[in-house]
């Protein structure tokens, strides 16, 4: 079996890139790091002719989850409840450099978003992206397609395509 070290060299970036497509870039690099910790702990035991690349996002598809479903127990607290929720310029997608791109990402419902993330960022087949999410290969297809096709009349409406 390759070193732990070269999967994480070859797949790192994949996975922090799936992480924010999923999760937004505040939580992404947690769930990145606990992605990697629960790989580590289970190497020793991943067949030679395992798709690690396919492996590793399905683990951050499930710390994922765990940040979003912790992110909804958790309560945040507030000086004054306002009225109306404002569009904050200091958000951290604001800092990066495609921020329209990842508010557009994160804009896209649930299962788009993970078919896009999983599919266009990640580089898995449909049919391993049906066996993360749920539901079939034809599916995850039609989802990445919309998922995508949304993003375009969102994200770049005036390009000529």
């Known amino acids: 079996m390759r070193p732990f070290e070269q999967a994480v060299t070859e797949h790192g ?9 999923v999760l937004g870039p505040t939580e992404a690099d947690d769930a990145w790091s606990e992605t990697f910790l629960s790989a580590l ?3 020793p035991d991943l067949p030679d002719d395992a798709n690690v690349r396919a492996w590793l996002v399905t683990i951050a598809h499930r710390k994922a989850l765990d940040v979003v479903r912790a992110g909804a127990r958790r309560a945040v607290p507030v000086a004054a409840v306002p009225d109306v929720s404002a569009a904050r310029s200091d958000e951290p997608e604001a800092a990066l450099p495609d921020g329209a ?61």
């Open 41 to 43: 702990r289970a190497w």
């Open 13 to 21: 970036a994949v996975v922090l890139r799936v992480c924010r497509a």
């Open 101 to 161: 791109l990842w508010a557009a990402v994160a804009a896209l419902p649930e299962k788009q978003r993970l078919c896009v993330a999983y599919h266009h960022v990640a580089g898995l087949p449909h049919p391993e992206v049906a066996r993360i999410v749920g539901g079939s290969a034809a599916a995850a297809r039609r989802a990445a397609a919309d998922g995508i096709a949304r993003l375009r009349s969102t994200y770049a409406p005036h390009e000529k395509r």
